[in-house]
């Protein structure tokens, strides 16, 4: 695992191109336009997707491209053929854009599915992530969280603060609010009392315009006979 250095011998131009998933080798081919399929002895093996290219053991092999899982066919020392593939979000009932927010200047949006599958843990849920680099949004990436399990309906809530530095997803189905750091989770946040499912705590999340204030709504929550409840994080 780590990241993908293709040197392109035609520029001269090293350029850091991927991340590896699963231990196989996927490398985006740029540059030259001599060879538009590649430089020799490269041969494209993603024919959906023009320019990139796997290297892998085994009788199968397992990559992320794009936001799509590809599974390869082939062995090594052959040219892998596509078995099968699958969307890493948006697939059928994950609940894809169920919650939304977006950063004041428009240039980060965050997307909640807190129907995901999550290493085989059913609803667990999941916050997807996407950047405006001046001429296009990134692909989406999933925001890793820690001690994610079934029905935890991680997305339903989201918010993030004004330069989105500091983003907040509700998890009202395992009782906490993640919190995330330039996309790294640094915590959960609980409340006493609001731990269970039927407390809802973290169905609605609104955070001030620096991120150092969350307001998490427990619409389930009962206490001295009221029920429902807004707590406040500082």
Known sequence: KG??????????????LYDLKNHDLVVQV?????????????????????????????????????????????????????????NIFANDGDGFGKAVDICFDATKVLAGAPGDHFNDQAKAGAVYTAKWDGTGWGSLKRLESRALFAHHALGTSLASSQDGTYAFAGAPGGGYVAVFKNDVHVTNLTFAGAREPVAEFGAWVRCSKDGKTLAVGAPGYSHNGAKGAIILFK
Do not use: M, R
């Open 3 to 16: 990241t993908v250095l293709f040197h392109d011998y035609s520029t001269g131009v090293q350029t850091s």
């Open 30 to 86: 740029v540059g030259n336009p001599a060879y538009p399929n590649g430089l020799p002895p490269y041969k494209p093996t993603v024919p959906a997707i023009p320019g990139y290219y796997i290297n892998h053991k085994g009788e199968k092999s397992v990559a992320e491209i794009a936001g799509t899982l590809y599974t390869f066919t082939g062995g090594e020392g052959t040219i892998p053929a596509v078995l099968s593939t699958k």
